[in-house]
């Protein structure tokens, strides 16, 4: 069975400063796409990042990136210089890549950024 | 381009009743998805269609249900509300099966 286990409820960091947010996931698959999505108290789920299983390249998007170990099925998330306007609850979603756009989804992590 | 809408967005319904979403995806897209999520369970995947056809159905009993219609617009019915159907219901549309998600702003229900 695929699971997803977010192990950080709540993190805060200072405003300026660096966070990573852990994920990891669980698979007999060897090719899927990873996402990190992120929830502000509006509701609307946002997209951050994705990364395909196949690339070995770490994705990056602006300030976010992640670190993305594929043996150690990790995939986490590092937002860099962070904002006020970061603070959001985390999603970090998997998604096999032959079962259409079934997405299993961690519990999340809310993130507190410190002015 | 508009973004993926969800209708109504808050509804109070009693044990018993049934109860029908909608959501409108982004212009194009042809798959909508559509998850539960509550504070005990988190999102769970409800089921997916695409050009009208179901594609993928997650573990939920059989009150719950969904179709698409031909511009692609989706429904979700809930019948014989429980009240552990209380949850955020977000609705998801990607141009394609397998392609990335953008989700709509949720329904809130609450059943009494």
């Given at each position: 069975?695929?699971?997803?286990?977010?192990?950080?409820?709540?993190?805060?960091?200072?405003?300026?400063?660096?966070?990573?947010?852990?994920?990891?996931?669980?698979?007999?698959?060897?090719?899927?796409?990873?996402?990190?999505?992120?929830?502000?108290?509006?509701?609307?789920?946002?997209?951050?990042?994705?990364?395909?299983?196949?690339?070995?390249?770490?994705?990056?998007?602006?300030?976010?990136?992640?670190?993305?170990?594929?043996?150690?099925?990790?995939?986490?998330?590092?937002?860099?210089?962070?904002?006020?306007?970061?603070?959001?609850?985390?999603?970090?979603?998997?998604?096999?890549?032959?079962?259409?756009?079934?997405?299993?989804?961690?519990?999340?992590?809310?993130?507190t950024v410190i002015p | 381009k508009a973004g993926v809408t969800q209708t109504p967005r808050y509804?109070?319904?009693?044990?018993?009743?049934?109860?029908?979403?909608?959501?409108?995806?982004?212009?194009?897209?042809?798959?909508?998805?559509?998850?539960?999520?509550?504070?005990?369970?988190?999102?769970?995947?409800?089921?997916?269609?695409?050009?009208?056809?179901?594609?993928?159905?997650?573990?939920?009993?059989?009150?719950?249900?969904?179709?698409?219609?031909?511009?692609?617009?989706?429904?979700?019915?809930?019948?014989?509300?429980?009240?552990?159907?209380?949850?955020?219901?977000?609705?998801?549309?990607?141009?394609?099966?397998?392609?990335?998600?953008?989700?709509?702003?949720?329904?809130?229900?609450?059943?009494?």
């Amino acid at each position: 069975a695929q699971t997803v286990t977010q192990s950080q409820p709540e993190m805060s960091v200072q405003e300026a400063e660096t966070v990573t947010l852990s994920c990891t996931y669980d698979t007999s698959e060897s090719d899927y796409y990873l996402f990190w999505y992120k929830q502000p108290p509006s509701r609307q789920m946002i997209l951050v990042i994705r990364q395909e299983a196949y690339k070995q390249q770490n994705a990056t998007e602006n300030r976010f990136s992640v670190n993305f170990q594929k043996a150690a099925k990790s995939f986490s998330l590092k937002i860099s210089d962070s904002q006020l306007g970061d603070a959001a609850m985390y999603f970090c979603a998997y998604r096999p890549s032959n079962t259409g756009n079934q997405f299993y989804f961690g519990t999340g992590t809310s993130l507190t950024v410190i002015p | 381009k508009a973004g993926v809408t969800q209708t109504p967005r808050y509804l109070i319904k009693t044990r018993g009743q049934q109860v029908t979403l909608s959501c409108s995806p982004i212009s194009g897209h042809r798959s909508v998805s559509w998850y539960q999520q509550t504070p005990g369970q988190g999102l769970q995947f409800l089921f997916e269609y695409f050009s009208e056809t179901q594609r993928n159905k997650g573990n939920f009993p059989g009150r719950f249900s969904g179709r698409q219609f031909s511009n692609s617009r989706s429904e979700m019915n809930v019948s014989t509300l429980e009240l552990g159907d209380s949850a955020l219901y977000l609705c998801a549309s990607s141009l394609r099966s397998a392609g990335e998600q953008y989700f709509g702003p949720g329904t809130r229900l609450t059943v009494t």
